[in-house]
């Protein structure tokens, strides 16, 4: 064979190798981006047998105070929430991202991998009261709806809030890569339902309402008719009453009269001050336990730590569960006529150093109250004053018109008493003199004054 023949064969050889090489690897590549046949992706069993308490679905709660928005995926963690019977609620709901599926929850026998899972429209929440009859009925809450009100127009709890929606489950790489629900197999609709409150629980703790020139500094803690709304569930130190004195009392409002005859009521926290009491128009609080004149006991319980906590608690005879109301006393105040504290009737009368004295010779630790202690009306001199407004905090913006008719065996004085007897003497710090507040109509200024009046004690560190 010639040499150019040889050379001929070898080259040919060479190129044939060559493009077999390149139809493997194209046949190769051909094989290798074909997807997975076999079945759609679903939830586990356990998933679809309860795809009507749905678990990836969830409510976002927004607190009102913070206005944190967390979302909840468990109807337990709903229950802890903390919502407040007398606040708007309409806005604080919402629905809540669709949690994705854990390997626990995500099944495909083919071992294609979870893609994603989405609502193939979006999803609805709706919300239901309870009729008289036991009913579920389904309602539409306007912007201004409280669970309280609800309840007093008839809507009773538990309150619930249901949602609802078609899926689309997809996996990576499957044919087919995606499954629908409800399906063939599945034709119950996914839906989970949340229970946001069994009824409104206490709605407001109300003091004495008077003077009427004493308005509320915001509609969301004080209402004229039935008193201070609940701030929080959470917080006592948030809540009314955080001062107190012998003889201060409140009644705490349910939604309708009557409703309190439903729990066995008890004071869990702090009985050791306060007495509780309860009749078909609510429950009854009163500071009486320990006598009045036993100011240094008083000290002892709120001054000597960080406060004085209080919890009252309603259980349900029937149902079970227990509604609560926190506070927390962080100021004490006394009368300053100590041969008067207790089995008092009347006011007593003294001109500022008399008030003075009296406030230091109480057992514990006491002086004459501030201005700023005991309500927030600014510093004025006209005549005719500047009011304080209701609000949590002060003496006076918490309980009003601190009268023996108002608060039986208090300091304060009886209303028929001669006008002197209800004005008291506060220290300003402002000013660095000693001024006057009128307790019948909530009037504060420092115009020269003089003459006998009524004071108050304050406890201090």
């Known amino acids: ?58 409510l976002n709660y927004t607190d009102p105070d913070t206005l944190n928005t967390v979302s909840y995926y468990d109807n337990s963690d709903i229950s802890n929430i903390g919502v407040r019977g007398s606040y708007p609620f309409y806005d604080l709901f919402s629905i809540a991202p669709i949690k994705q599926p854990t390997e626990d929850q995500y099944a495909n026998i083919d071992g294609d991998l979870f893609k994603e899972l989405i609502a193939s429209s979006a999803l609805t929440m709706q919300w239901f009261y309870t009729n008289v009859s036991g009913q579920e009925v389904l309602f539409t809450p306007s912007k201004s709806d409280t669970f309280c009100n609800l309840y007093s127009a008839g809507k009773e709890g ?38 946001i409150l069994n009824d409104p629980g206490i ?30 569930l959470n917080s006592p130190e948030k809540n009314f009453p955080s001062t107190g004195f012998y003889g201060a009392k409140f009644d705490l409002l349910l939604a309708k009269s009557g409703l309190a005859a439903n729990y066995d ?10 007495n509780i009491s309860v009749d078909s128009s ?35 005879r029937t149902k079970g ?13 006394s009368g300053w006529s100590k041969a008067n504290l207790d089995n008092a009737t009347i006011g007593y009368r003294g001109d500022a150093k008399e008030i003075i004295q009296g406030c230091a010779s109480l057992s514990g630790k006491y002086k004459i109250s501030e201005a700023s202690h005991v309500s927030n009306a ?20 918490e309980w009003g018109y601190l009268s023996q008719d108002n608060y039986p065996g208090s300091w304060g004085a009886k209303e028929s008493q001669a006008n002197s007897y209800s004005r008291i003497w506060l220290y300003d710090t402002n000013l660095g ?19 006998n009046k009524n004071g108050v004690c304050i406890a201090t560190n």
């Open 1 to 58: 064979m010639s040499l150019i023949l040889k050379n001929a064969l070898i080259i040919y050889s060479a190129i044939c190798v060559i493009l077999a090489s390149r139809l493997v690897d194209a046949s190769l590549s051909i094989s290798t981006t074909k997807t997975i046949q076999g079945d759609k992706p679903t939830f586990t069993p356990e998933i679809e047998e309860n795809i009507n308490n749905f678990v990836l679905f969830g």
């Open 158 to 195: 538990p309150y619930k809030v249901k949602i609802f929606g078609d899926l689309v489950l997809r996996s990576h790489y499957g044919d087919p890569s995606e499954n629908t629900y409800p399906n063939e197999t599945v034709s119950t609709q996914p839906s989970i339902t949340y229970t």
């Open 203 to 232: 709605c407001y703790a109300k003091p004495a309402l008077t003077p009427s020139t004493a308005l509320g500094v915001s509609a969301s803690q004080w209402d004229a008719k039935s008193g201070f709304l609940i701030q929080s």
């Open 265 to 274: 009521w008890s004071i869990t926290k702090g009985s050791e001050l306060v």
């Open 282 to 316: 609510g429950v009854h609080l009163v500071f009486n336990k320990i006598a009045a004149s036993s100011t240094d006991l008083y000290w002892n319980y709120i001054m000597s730590t960080d406060g004085y906590e209080v919890v009252v608690e309603g259980i349900h």
């Open 321 to 333: 569960y227990s509604i609560k109301y926190p506070f927390k006393l962080t100021k004490w105040f």
């Open 378 to 397: 600014p510093y004025n001199t006209a005549s005719s004053g500047v009011s304080y407004t209701r609000e949590v905090g002060t003496l006076l913006g």
């Open 433 to 451: 003199e000693y001024c006057d507040l009128h307790l019948y109509n909530s009037k504060y200024h420092c115009i020269s004054e003089a003459g």
